[in-house]
């Protein structure tokens, strides 16, 4: 899960900066970067999981704690500009790529919990 967060987190990068350098000149705002601000932890945190075996596991929960995070502030978001304007797009870009990530973090959580509950033999 660890490359895969890594994966993600290029890709919202990617995203916020492809958004900023969309923006018109007279319209470029820092909060066109949003989805590289969300990215950017989320690379660090897979990069320490690859890293520090031990921390591993509190870096993949960080990391779905700010998936998570990246799906309530688009539809908070959404919400507020009532699916209009400039910023609709990457906010649906955002939310969907936070909330795939998030749905493959909670389905590797419930993987491990199974093979830990198979290794301990309580299944």
Known sequence: MAGQTIGFGVLLI??????WAD???EIK????LIPAFLGLPLVLLGALAVWKD?????AMHAAAVLGLLGVIAAVVNLIRV??????VNTTVLMGLVSGVFL???INSFIQARKAQMRQDGKD
Request: overall charge positive; glycine content about 14%.
């Open 14 to 19: 990617i995203l916020g900066v492809w958004s």
């Open 23 to 25: 923006a018109g000149a």
């Open 29 to 32: 705002n820092i909060t066109a």
């Open 54 to 58: 031990h921390l591993r596991k509190h």
């Open 82 to 87: 009532k699916f209009k304007g400039p910023s």
């Open 103 to 105: 749905g493959l973090c």
